[in-house]
């Protein structure tokens, strides 16, 4: 299990460094763009960035999440290149058709989508259509034979060109949400080029035509087609609520709203790391007793990581706002720590996504998804209007909250007979209820402004690895076995002072001493 454990930490690791990078960029730079871009706009911008995603799900037709279960069917290299060139040839031909349609109805669609004529708005974001779609399945190609570190060359050169043209356009061309989309999409763009030349071998842009790839073809789509609508429910979440409150509430909240969104991705970086990283490290397991294991103990151990950061949002949400966005959106606190447990949540639901992967039966994923957006749409109506609850955009994170958990338990219910795991229950709910505990005294208890209220709640942070520790939630040979990596991993820190370091090495692979 070791062995398993610190490959998805590798792996996550590095496919975490260019949302780590990007992410921790944004947070930098969101003063600066929420000064030159207006809060109507910034919610205009982020709901088509959503609306891109969304879209994308619908033109990869499921052949991108076929392409990473069937390449693990077995190791011949033609088979899995073969398939590698059908994936990312239907992908670049549905986005490019899309994205021609897209521009011919620029007009029609901004007044449908925005609620107001805008034609080059709708222009950038279809120039994101088509490159985010076609990035996502060269990242998957990555990612199947674990090339994290072309994989963080390329997320690198994709963030640091998307800052270079974001700030030239919104700072210097005064593009306001123009220049957001355009700024990010065109970077995204120029690496989707770039990767298709580093895997040409396996890239083509000639329809799958032939026998073979035909075959191929009619296999993912069978595998694939089922996921889409999945998929689709599970992404409208988010979309739901940021078009509700834009166009059903109000413009400045769905700009508040965009900011928390923004914040909230600190745990949507470890959650992305995960999703890339987990279903080839799944798929990649021979003995299913063995994968059954596997799985309940990442669960456990997620829900761990995600948790703790969800505790630490929930109690400096209102520093973090007030330190980097404009003041005209602090309320984005509001919605923050419910953001953040959502992300936390749908990662969780990852684990469950490769159960019915791995079985293919991946029709079960559609039930728990439409119950999911029937929760959250039911909810927002409820929690979010001055007519029902009156919580305004918090009312619209715990929406979201309560999705992922009916698609947690739709989804379990749904597999549990199809690929029993044992999850660790009691562990699980001990968990939850010492993090909630830690999270709601804090925020109760101590001071919500000024120096001191951040220091006292810093130091209450401290109090989960100490509860931890005292009610016994790590198992002995879980805590002899991190004394023994600790004690290693400082002998080995020691040598490798002493030598000057392998550098080259580290680089590869910073996690090898775990």
């Known amino acids: 299990m070791l062995g398993y454990l610190k490959r998805l930490l590798t792996t996550g690791a590095a496919y975490q460094f260019g949302d780590i990078l990007a992410k921790a960029i944004a947070l930098l730079t969101i003063p600066l763009y929420t000064r030159y871009v207006p809060r109507a706009g910034y919610g205009a911008a982020n709901s088509l960035l959503t609306s891109v995603i969304l879209a994308s799900i619908f033109l990869r037709v499921g052949v991108g999440e076929a392409f990473i279960r069937f390449y693990f069917d077995d190791t011949d290299a033609a088979r899995r290149e073969r398939i590698a060139r059908s ?235 007030r330190l980097l966005a404009a003041h005209q959106f602090f309320g984005a606190h509001g919605a923050l720590p419910w953001l953040a447990l959502a992300w936390s949540l749908y990662g969780l639901y990852q684990v469950m996504i490769v159960i019915t992967g791995r079985t293919r039966a991946t029709a079960r994923n ?15 109506l409820i929690l979010v209007p001055r007519t029902g609850a009156g919580l305004g955009i918090a009312g619209a994170g715990i929406a979201l909250c309560g999705a992922y958990l009916s698609m947690l338990a739709a989804m379990y219910v749904l597999t549990r007979r199809l690929f029993p795991v044992r999850f660790e229950w009691r562990r699980l709910a001990q968990l939850s209820a010492l993090l909630a505990a830690v999270a709601v005294s804090g925020e109760l208890l101590l001071p919500r402004s000024g120096s001191g209220g951040l220091a006292l709640r810093t130091l209450w942070l401290a109090l989960i690895p100490a509860l931890l520790l005292v009610t016994r939630f790590f198992h002995a040979h879980e805590r002899a076995q991190a004394r023994a990596l600790l004690a290693d991993a400082q002998r080995r820190v020691a040598a490798f002072r002493a030598r000057h370091g392998d550098v080259e090495a580290y680089a590869e692979d910073p996690l090898r001493d775990l």
């Open 366 to 380: 559609l039930p728990a998804a439409a119950a999911g957006l029937a929760v959250n749409i039911a909810l927002l």
């Open 87 to 321: 994936a990312t040839a239907t992908v670049a031909w549905t986005t490019t058709i899309a994205s021609l349609l897209a521009l011919a109805f620029a007009g029609p669609l901004s007044r449908a989508l925005l609620g107001f004529h805008d034609p080059l708005l709708i222009d950038c974001a279809t120039v994101g259509l088509w490159a985010f779609t076609n990035l996502e399945m060269a990242y998957a190609q990555l990612r199947v034979d674990e090339r994290t570190r072309a994989y963080v060359f390329a997320t690198g050169a994709n963030v640091t060109m998307t800052v270079g043209f974001t700030v030239a356009l919104v700072v210097f061309a005064h593009q306001g949400a123009r220049g957001l989309l355009l700024g990010n999409f065109g970077a995204s763009a120029l690496v989707v080029l770039g990767l298709w030349w580093i895997l040409r071998g396996r890239v083509s842009l000639r329809p799958p035509v032939g026998r073979a790839q035909a075959s191929d073809l009619r296999a993912m789509l069978r595998f694939g087609l089922p996921t889409v609508p999945a998929d689709a429910s599970v992404y409208a979440l988010q979309v739901a609520d940021r078009f509700y409150l834009y166009r059903g509430y109000s413009h400045a909240a769905a700009g508040d709203y965009s900011v928390a969104l923004q914040f909230a991705t600190v745990v949507f970086v470890l959650v992305r790391g995960f999703q890339y990283a987990w279903p080839p490290l799944a798929y990649s397991i021979d003995s299913d007793a063995e994968a059954a294991r596997l799985y309940s103990l990442v669960t456990t151990y997620f829900a761990l990581a995600s948790g703790a950061v969800v505790a630490a949002v929930a109690l400096l949400g209102r520093w973090i706002v």
